[in-house]
């Protein structure tokens, strides 16, 4: 059958019409064979573009389509759409891009132009063999994993719950809360984060629709947007979460206590058998068999002695619990790390006693915090006289993080108002290279802080040492400082200097972008579908993110990000059948020698053995089009919808369309 | 057809090393039965005939003529294009001719090197003047004339249109005897000849389909030659770590080599839907190796990966041993810095 095929080159405003020649390249493509017509225009993505395409296939009759222009992430679908309202199969369509690959690549206008007529012929040549395809139905499991119960992953289990959906929220400490349950007070309003936390924590925990799995992790993750497998351990707690009542008289009685370097950021102790907080959710305790006599040495039980449920609820033989669960989507709300300030020893911390990091700070503040929310120094006596807060640690900064970790400024004004408020008469600085307060009521805050009367020093501090050069700096810390609104070096003698530290990615977000199999960027932060038009979505289909896992941000933005991930998961729990792109691998049953090299390579274990009759196949369902059976498949029978040796051998020869003629690839001698 | 009415048949060696012309009285006593139905109009292995006595017949005269040998010179090529013009079917039979073969794997480097090679640099020459080949020389008794040695080795269909393709190095003789079946049955009777084109005498299916080897699946983590082990028997060989090229070479000869614990060489050539055997064979053999893990860093696990990559010692040799006139790059770049000699 002869194909007829129209070309439409885009000019994307200007784009690319900027560096190609867009009318020459649409002439040209005219004279190619199989090209029907050649199209130039404006804007191939507006409705007068796509409509262009539209009345061409009815009343020339063309067969097959190609768009020159942006990225197929950006229109391939806009386009595919056109092609099917205009009665063509969606896959009879081709997408160069002249933009990302070209236009945005050079000044040369010549070579963009050559460029862009390679692409396109590749296209041309390309379509010509594609073939239609339907898209294939999947079935969406309504039960939704959200990974981590910080504010981010609360907030979209909650999202789906409230609307009747299941949920598996899975958390690696004793307690969901995360970050914000150690929080003091929220800026810039300063409601009180654990009054404005908890109500939520509570409702996870009593939600009918959400199964709540804390000191539990993912361990491995199958299957596919609409049907993950996923396997989870839910760590032995040695408590018995059936009877327990969480009374707590099992914590009171435990006769040994540890440094709390988790909630407490090592501020303060916690029993060996602990809740990492009073209003934790769950309620039961876990044992830290670390530290627990019983487990180490085989004495001592005072837990289990002590417990008044019957049965007794402490259960020393418990044992880790391997849990399977299908899903059909998954939010990851993994959240972050703070950057160890120790990597800046100039700083002092954990040589200069009273060098704080900001989360120690913030449990010292807090209320029901090791010191009753009193600011002291690490005598856990003493008021400070005077406070250095330092801005930027580990955040811009070339050696460790050049991105600015957003929320450091805000909370560092709140951590001088939180001093200006209970020890007025202490003297507070803040040291910042600039102020970053966008946000609604963030500029208020910070102008309502200049009036409080805190001294703001912008520069950038260069070390804080105890080695005293004149009289007043005796005993002190002193902060030397660049202050380069005066241009003048400073040394400023305090009490107690407090470290913003950067927000950073979770020190093994790396293995966990892996398990799920999604992309992080250089900094460990998970990578999103779009940075502008898909933040929550990730490059595979079904896996969401929130929340400080995906960059630096506060709690609106997080919980804002969790009700969007959320809901995106929503509208496919609504839809309950989703279209799956047709690409698929399949084996030829009458032409496979079942040699068995493609046995292992499915990453989504889609292919099967037929012990009888010595053939491998490849369960459609379970096939994400990846293509690695294709490659590797030595007989050349496993084929690879769309992606077919005749469609990718005719891209290859279109690509080099001009260099086959000047090259004598066989020379005669 | 001419005065005695039997079909006439013809056998030539371009560049090849004689193998086929042997494969074909492999057939034993049924050569035979080849001498009752066919007329021998060229075959100079076996009969004495001139290149003049082809030049002779009328075109279309050769009912079949199988072609053997790859094009390594312009002899090869003229009597290609004679044997070509004479016959009303011309096979290209065994490898050389079918896809280049051994000789083909000297396009991996220049026709310099290869005649460096031969007449001046290798040990047991004794060539004080450096006297290399001339394709003319001027003697007492007039001009003598050699063919001109190309640089570059083609498969028989690179140069004129081929019929059908005998895979093999060299065919086996039931697949010989077959593929001779279908050509009495069309001659004598009138059957139906397979279509313009088509590979002959093998399968649709890879030599896996026709070796008894028990498979499973698949992760190595170093390879062997020939010599350095002996293979656990019943085993399929890949996976004890022997090159071999079954699962991307069409059956046909029955899986003689691996059952013999020799790994398969490729010889019948690639499936239907592979464009390159060497590329294909590559891919395969890259997925299964097994090594590293995904907590490695990535050098690290490069490093892991490059050791046993680096127990195949000649991988275009291994590869493209059979397949490299007709692989997808043919030769390499005489432009680059790739070929051992210089570009001419």
Request: charge should be negative; hydrophobic fraction near 35%.
């Amino acid at each position: 059958m002869s194909e007829k095929v129209g070309v439409y080159i885009c000019h994307c405003g200007t784009n690319i019409a900027k560096t190609v020649d867009v009318e020459e390249v649409a002439l040209w493509a005219g004279e190619q064979d199989h090209v029907d017509v050649a199209r130039e225009y404006k804007f191939m993505c507006s409705s007068l573009g796509q409509e262009l395409i539209e009345e061409d296939i009815k009343e020339k009759g063309l067969t097959k389509i190609v768009v020159a222009s942006c990225s197929p992430h950006m229109h391939e679908k806009t386009f595919r759409t056109a092609c099917v309202r205009g009665g063509l199969n969606p896959f009879m369509f081709e997408m160069a891009n002249i933009r990302e690959h070209d236009s945005w690549t050079t000044d040369d206008r010549e070579a963009a132009t050559l460029k862009a007529k390679a692409l396109t012929k590749a296209a041309i040549e390309r379509v010509i063999h594609n073939q239609p395809l339907e898209p294939l139905p999947v079935e969406i499991n309504p039960n939704t994993l959200v990974v981590g119960g910080g504010i981010a992953g609360i907030s979209a289990a909650l999202e789906l719950a409230e609307a009747g959906n299941h949920v598996y929220l899975v958390e690696r400490e004793p307690s969901i809360g995360g970050h914000m349950a150690q929080l003091d007070k929220t800026f810039p309003t300063l409601d009180c984060s654990a009054c404005i936390l908890t109500p939520k924590m509570v409702d996870v925990g009593q939600h009918p629709n959400i199964t709540l799995l804390t000191y539990s992790e993912v361990e491995a993750v199958g299957g596919y947007l609409g049907n993950f497998d996923v396997t989870v351990r839910k760590k032995a707690r040695y408590v018995d979460e059936e009877h327990c009542t969480g009374c707590g008289i099992c914590i009171e009685k435990c006769p040994y206590k540890v440094v709390d370097n988790v909630f407490e950021a090592g501020l303060g102790a916690r029993k060996v058998i602990y809740r990492p907080f009073p209003q934790a959710v769950p309620k039961y305790p876990v044992i830290d068999t670390e530290n627990c006599v019983y487990f180490q040495r085989g004495k001592c039980k005072a837990c289990q002695i002590f417990c008044p449920t019957d049965p007794n609820s402490i259960d020393f033989e418990q044992q880790d619990e391997i849990l399977q669960i299908v899903v059909g989507n998954i939010i990851l709300a993994t959240g972050f790390d703070l950057f160890d300030v120790s990597q800046i020893p100039q700083y002092g911390y954990g040589r200069l006693a009273n060098v704080f990091t900001s989360l120690e700070f913030e449990r010292m503040v807090n209320a029901s915090g090791p010191t009753d929310g009193k600011i002291v120094l690490r005598d856990l006596e003493t008021p400070p006289e005077s406070v250095v807060i330092i801005h930027c640690v580990g955040s811009r900064d070339e050696n460790y993080h050049k991105y600015c970790s957003k929320v450091c400024c805000m909370y560092s004004l709140k951590f001088a108002h939180l001093i200006h408020e209970r020890l007025p008469e202490a003297e507070v600085y803040n040291c910042y290279i600039d102020m970053r307060t966008p946000g609604k009521g963030y500029e208020e805050f910070y102008n309502r802080l200049l009036e409080e009367g805190t001294h703001f020093i912008r520069g950038k501090v260069a070390e804080v040492s105890d080695v005293a050069r004149i009289e007043e700096e005796e005993g002190k810390l002193i902060v030397q400082v660049a202050d380069t609104l005066i241009s003048k070096q400073r040394r400023i003698p305090v009490d107690m200097v407090i470290l913003s530290p950067a927000m950073e990615a979770r020190n093994d977000s790396q293995e966990v972008s892996q398990l799920f199999r999604m992309g992080c960027d250089f900094d460990g932060f998970f990578v999103e579908r779009h940075p502008k038009l898909d933040p929550v979505a990730t490059m595979t289909e079904g896996i969401y993110i929130a929340g400080a896992c995906q960059g630096p941000k506060d709690v609106p933005d997080t919980v804002s990000q969790g009700a969007a991930a959320a809901a995106r998961v929503a509208s496919f729990i609504s839809r309950g059948t989703v279209m799956m792109e047709p690409i698929r691998a399949s084996i030829n049953q009458e032409l496979c020698s079942g040699c068995r090299i493609c046995n292992t390579m499915c990453p989504y274990n889609a292919i099967v053995f037929h012990e009888d009759s010595n053939v491998s196949e490849v369960i459609t369902a379970l096939c994400q089009g990846c293509g690695t059976c294709v490659a590797a498949c030595p007989s050349g029978i496993i084929t690879g919808a769309h992606f077919t040796n005749d469609q990718l051998l005719a891209q290859i020869e279109g690509i080099l369309w001009d260099v086959r003629s000047n090259l004598d690839l066989v020379p005669v001698e | 057809m001419t005065e005695n009415a039997k079909p006439k048949l013809a056998m030539y060696w371009a560049s090849s090393c004689g193998g086929c012309e042997i494969s074909i009285l492999n057939i034993h006593e049924k050569i035979l039965i080849v001498d009752e139905v066919f007329d021998i109009a060229f075959f100079p292995c076996i009969a004495d005939f001139k290149t003049k006595d082809v030049k002779g017949y009328p075109d279309g005269y050769i009912d079949v003529c199988l072609f053997n040998g790859a094009i390594r010179n312009s002899e090869n090529e003229e009597m290609a294009h004679l044997l070509r013009q004479k016959s009303k079917v011309l096979v290209a039979y065994g490898s050389c001719s079918y896809e280049g073969c051994i000789p083909a794997l000297s396009n991996l480097t220049t026709k310099q090197a290869t005649l460096d090679t031969v007449f001046l640099d290798n040990p047991t020459i004794d060539n004080p003047e450096g006297i290399l080949p001339q394709p003319r020389y001027e003697v007492p008794e007039g001009e003598l004339e050699l063919p001109v040695f190309y640089n570059t080795v083609k498969s028989l269909d690179q140069v004129v249109d081929v019929d059908y393709y005998l895979p093999g190095c060299p065919p086996e003789p039931p697949q010989i005897w077959a593929v001779l079946e279908i050509v009495v049955a069309a001659l004598l009777e009138g059957a139906p000849l397979p279509p313009k084109g088509a590979i002959v005498g093998a399968r649709d299916v890879a030599v896996c389909e026709e070796c008894p080897l028990e498979k499973h699946e698949k992760t190595i983590n170093r390879f062997y030659r020939p010599y350095e082990i002996i293979p656990e028997p019943g085993l399929c060989l890949l996976e004890q770590g022997l090159v071999c090229v079954g699962p991307a070479t069409r059956a046909g000869c029955g899986a003689l080599c691996p059952q013999v614990g020799m790994s398969c060489r490729g010889c019948y050539g690639p499936l239907d839907d592979v464009e390159d055997q060497g590329a294909k064979m590559l891919s395969a053999i890259a997925s299964v190796i097994g090594v590293g893990d995904p907590s490695m860093e990535e050098d690290e696990l490069e490093r892991e990966i490059q050791a046993v990559v680096d127990t195949i010692p000649d991988p275009a040799g291994t590869f493209y041993r059979f397949s490299m006139a007709h692989s997808l790059l043919r030769r390499a770049n005489l432009n680059g810095g790739n070929g051992k000699g210089e570009a001419k």
